[in-house]
Each structure stands twice: as structure tokens, then as C-alpha cells.
T-cell receptor, first 112, second 113 residues
Framework: DAKTTQPNSMESNEEEPVHLPCNHSTISGTDYIHWYRQLPSQGPEYVIHGLTSNVNNRMASLAIAEDRKSSTLILHRATLRDAAVYYCILSVFMNRDDKIIFGKGTRLHILP | NAGVMQNPRHLVRRRGQEARLRCSPMKGHSHVYWYRQLPEEGLKFMVYLQKENIIDESGMPKERFSAEFPKEGPSILRIQQVVRGDSAAYFC???????????FGPGTRLTVL
């Protein structure tokens, strides 16, 4: 199974940009990189995903390294509501299966 | 379009009882996934179902746990003869297709006394 490596926790100041790194050195050519986040006492929430090119949406940006062995989730201006656990996940395609494997994620603390 | 719905949100059972957790996927979604989250840990995949079929149950404990997704009605995760170690948050997710983004419900928090 493809795996990802993330720092256990990070801190950032409110209204500052946040860069959350993820290593996935065993990624295969057809694996998408997904980011989810989980706010306290809630279910995970989809943030963004990409394959090769950088992606932007209203929540965040995803920067993918040229060799695809790492990626960075960018929150352009963190707010207190962004405090959550952020999961970087590879979608593993096995025939008609698509099983998301969650790691422990990065716990992001936002300092007011 | 309502999101993924799970009920009950909180469930308390005594050891040896049965727990039934329900998940109604988003409208138009025919793929359902169940995950378990122990306190202070990440989510662990349990089972992936399509309507009337179990596609992947590699994360399900071999005994006491079962899941179904009937043609009509919600998906059900059933835990028989619960033990204290089953206490966890159980999350359901749904997607329109096998490779699409998964949308999660709010979870059911099971407490076994």
C-alpha cells in the first residue's frame, strides 16, 4: 500500500500562510493525492486533490513536486477555524477498488 | 442536497449487546465506506460497499462485525456482542463512483459500558 509521511503537528499564527508538507515517495503513476481535514468532534472534510499539476480551490492550494514524491497543502491565510488534523492520502487503485488509507495526519494549531 | 447522514450520533451499549449504526449516503451516491477512529488515533478503513455488494472488507474484524448496503434504505454496520474495545467513533463516507472524492458523515460515537 502506498503510504504518506507527515509531521505530527505544526503551529501557525492567525492570518499567516500555512504550508503543510507530505512525503509520498512510493507513489505510483495513477495515484491521486488527496487532502482531508478533521475538525474537532467532526467527520473528515474533503479539502483538495490533484494528480500532477498544482491545484487551487476556495479552501486551499496544492503544490505537487515535479517527481510527485512530495506535496504541500497551502492555506493562504489561516484562521482559528482552520485548526484541525490534516490528512494527506493517496488513493490506491486496485482493480475496481478505491480504498483511502488514512495516516495519523498533521495536527495544525493556530495561534491568535 | 443533504450530506451524508448517520444515526444515531451517540450510542451507548452494555457489553454483550448489539450495536446497529446507520448511514444514508448523499443523493446519487452508490458507494459507501465505513471507518473506525479510536481516541487520539487516525481513521482506519473497515469496509467498502456498493448497493447489495461488499467490495472490500479487508479492514473488518473477522468476528462480530458485519455490514450491508441493501437496494433500498441505509447502509448498516452491525456489531454483535460488543466489548469495551469497540468504543470508538464510526464514520461513514459516500461517493458517486469508485474513484471519486468521498464525503463523510458526522459519525456515530459508540460507548460500551
Amino acid at each position: 500500500d502506498a503510504k504518506t509521511t507527515q509531521p505530527n503537528s505544526m503551529e501557525s499564527n492567525e492570518e499567516e500562510p500555512v504550508h503543510l508538507p507530505c512525503n509520498h515517495s512510493t507513489i505510483s503513476g495513477t495515484d491521486y493525492i488527496h487532502w482531508y481535514r478533521q475538525l474537532p468532534s467532526q467527520g473528515p472534510e474533503y479539502v483538495i486533490h490533484g494528480l500532477t499539476s498544482n491545484v487551487n480551490n476556495r479552501m486551499a492550494s496544492l503544490a505537487i513536486a515535479e517527481d510527485r514524491k512530495s506535496s504541500t497543502l497551502i492555506l493562504h491565510r489561516a484562521t482559528l477555524r482552520d485548526a484541525a488534523v490534516y490528512y494527506c492520502i493517496l488513493s490506491v487503485f486496485m482493480n475496481r477498488d478505491d480504498k483511502i488509507i488514512f495516516g495519523k495526519g498533521t495536527r495544525l494549531h493556530i495561534l491568535p | 442536497n443533504a450530506g451524508v447522514m448517520q444515526n444515531p450520533r451517540h450510542l451507548v451499549r452494555r457489553r454483550g449487546q448489539e450495536a446497529r449504526l446507520r448511514c444514508s449516503p448523499m443523493k446519487g451516491h452508490s458507494h459507501v465506506y465505513w471507518y473506525r477512529q479510536l481516541p487520539e488515533e487516525g481513521l482506519k478503513f473497515m469496509v467498502y460497499l456498493q448497493k447489495e455488494n461488499i467490495i472490500d472488507e479487508s479492514g473488518m474484524p473477522k468476528e462480530r462485525f458485519s455490514a450491508e448496503f441493501p437496494k433500498e434504505g441505509p447502509s448498516i454496520l452491525r456489531i454483535q456482542q460488543v466489548v469495551r474495545g469497540d468504543s470508538a467513533a464510526y464514520f461513514c463516507a459516500s461517493s458517486p463512483g469508485a474513484s471519486d472524492t468521498q464525503y463523510f458523515g458526522p459519525g456515530t460515537r459508540l460507548t460500551v459500558l
